[in-house]
């Protein structure tokens, strides 16, 4: 079974661009989670969504956005674009969301932007 | 609030030596506490979960874990370290507001010397 994938592996933005990043769940994942990793801030969440709606969301500025598709795919989108936004960016599937918090999450090999 | 602390930044085995990597938490309720390990250009990669049940947490490529409620720990150990398993390893709890978003630690590079 694949893994989660996300594209692109690599993204170089300057200041004030916008971004998309996709993620592709594991076949049967209904949840797709985002995260942010960086040196200084270590892995912070996004934001999550099940069945194409957002049920939790992080500490970020609106800049950050994200939706979900009904084949359970997931873009995050961030615009206007500042230095401090140069990441690597993680997404995670799970196989539902629920209360109990028992789902494992798989995690994609990142997005790393760069923003100069 | 729910918190992880990872006290080392960094940890220095010998090949063959066990080893432990540490993790402490402080959260509301029950915690449903992980591992993870994130190689170079890598995502993060599952290692085990602990739930409910056994103190002691068996998960992929040798590692285990032990739960302590008493110390609020959840330790990563491994009998034999390995080269291999020189890697950034992140200890993580479920946020109590239910869903999937996960609290990490700030992550300790562990270092396996031959």
């Known amino acids: 079974k694949a893994g989660v994938t996300q594209t692109p592996r690599y993204l170089i933005k300057t200041r004030g661009q916008q971004v998309t990043l996709s993620c592709s769940p594991i076949?049967?994942?209904?949840?797709v989670s985002w995260y942010q990793q960086t040196p200084g801030q270590g892995l912070q969440f996004l934001f999550e969504?099940?069945?194409?709606?957002?049920?939790n969301k992080g500490n970020f500025p609106g800049r950050f956005s994200g939706r979900q598709f009904s084949n359970s795919r997931s873009e995050m989108n961030v615009s206007t674009l500042e230095l401090g936004d140069s990441a690597l960016y993680l997404c995670a599937s799970s196989l539902a969301t629920s209360g109990r918090g028992k789902n494992i999450q798989y995690f994609g090999a990142g997005t790393r932007l760069s923003v100069l | 609030a729910q918190s992880v602390a990872q006290p080392e930044d960094q940890v220095k085995v010998a090949e063959g030596n066990p080893l432990t990597v540490k993790c402490t938490y402080s959260?509301?309720?029950?915690?449903?506490l992980f591992w993870y390990v994130q190689y170079p250009n890598r995502g993060l990669q599952f290692l085990l979960k602990y739930i409910t049940g056994d103190n002691l947490v068996k998960g992929s490529y040798g590692f285990e874990a032990e739960f302590n409620k008493s110390q609020t720990s959840f330790h990563l150990k491994k009998p034999s370290a390995l080269v291999s398993d020189s890697a950034l390893y992140f200890c993580?709890?479920?946020?109590?507001?239910?869903?999937?978003?996960?609290?990490f630690g700030a992550g300790t590079r562990l270092a396996v010397h031959p």
């Open positions: 993580a709890v479920r946020d109590a507001g239910g869903y999937n978003k996960l609290i």
């Open positions: 076949s049967g994942h209904r949840s």
């Open positions: 959260v509301s309720g029950n915690p449903y």
């Open positions: 969504y099940f069945s194409e709606t957002q049920r």
